[in-house]
């Protein structure tokens, strides 16, 4: 093993040890439109991914941006979603529009929160599978 390989070995590991959030990533898909109850629900692409993550506000964005979207305004807050370099590859690739669910964290708040998808980080020498994502509450 190289010293690189040891090194990244260790960055791993502690990265992995962040995960202390459960996540659940699915691919993009349409929202769906009821009729009768004339409600909008949220679409439910493939499953990609399900398993630990470390979700985290990023700094100096987690204070939100207003925006408009249809007939309502819309705080976009921007997260990282780490999920453990060595987690098995999901069946296609994540892309923006894709939605990650926090189904479980030690902080309560997290937890139903919903993400969309805005970009992707892969690399060899990384630590962790970074996700960029955005809270459009």
């Keep these: 093993m190289s010293a690189l390989d040891a090194l990244l070995a260790a960055g791993r590991a ?3 040890g962040l995960a202390r959030e459960t996540v659940t990533i699915r691919g993009a898909a349409a929202d769906g439109f009821d009729w ?4 909008e629900s949220p679409g439910s692409g493939e499953l990609l991914y399900t398993g630990p993550a470390r979700v985290k506000a990023v700094v100096g964005r987690s204070h939100g941006e207003e925006v408009d979207a249809g007939e309502r305004n819309v705080t976009l ?3 990282v979603i780490s999920v453990p370099w060595d987690s098995p590859a999901p069946p296609e690739r994540v892309v923006p529009g894709a939605t990650v669910d926090v189904n479980a964290s030690p902080d309560a708040r997290l937890v139903g929160l919903r993400l969309w998808v805005t970009g992707v980080e892969y690399g060899s020498t990384a630590t962790a599978w970074r996700i960029s994502a955005e ?3």
Aim: net charge neutral; hydrophobic share 25%.
């Design 77 to 79: 807050r921007q997260y």
């Design 36 to 39: 009768d109850t004339g409600t």
């Design 135 to 137: 809270d459009r509450s």
């Design 14 to 16: 502690a990265a992995a």
